[in-house]
């Protein structure tokens, strides 16, 4: 394998978890998911990190851990659906990794993330939330090494998508 980690990037519901667990298990390498990582290092969850930090404090502690995490090799790394925004994460994961977008549809996104309260950013009228947030980051992952849209095709389908496109 010629590439030191497999990035997932992507907006929220679009399966970066999901997909990154399969595509790590298949590979037999590391999985780690970025929210999780700071979630964990900081010892609370993100909801209340956007609450009582602000969402400035939570982007430091992002930058940060994509950084930390991009050291290591052989990791199939998922990222928070707001990575992208931030040039020096870019800059980072185009060197550190092979960078995979997964896009899906508005609804199909909506459908995905309505059920659970773990999202600061699409909390009250989610599907608003989902639209407006969509249209301002239309263009944030067009830097990846590969475009899945992952609306219809099952998480299985998509690893052995990028597993294709790396081999
Ligand atoms: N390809 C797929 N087909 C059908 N359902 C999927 C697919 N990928 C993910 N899902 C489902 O969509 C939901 C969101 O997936 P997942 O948590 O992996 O997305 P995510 O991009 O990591 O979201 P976030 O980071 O915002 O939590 C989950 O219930 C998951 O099982
Ligand atoms: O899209 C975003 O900006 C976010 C996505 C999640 O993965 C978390 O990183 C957080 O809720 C922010
Ligand atoms: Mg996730």
Redesign the pocket.
Known sequence: MKHKNIIIVG??GTGKTAVGKAMAERLGWRFVDT?HYIESKQGTT?SDM?RDLGEPA?RNM?GEAIAAVLEGSRQVVAT????V?AEHNRVCMQQEGYVVALKAAPEVIINRVKQDE????VQGDVKERVYS?LEARKHAYDFADLIIDSSTASVEEIVEQVIDAIQ
């Open positions: 907006f929220m929210d993100i956007f939570f992002e928070g659906g707001g990575a925004l773990k999202r600061p950013l947030l």
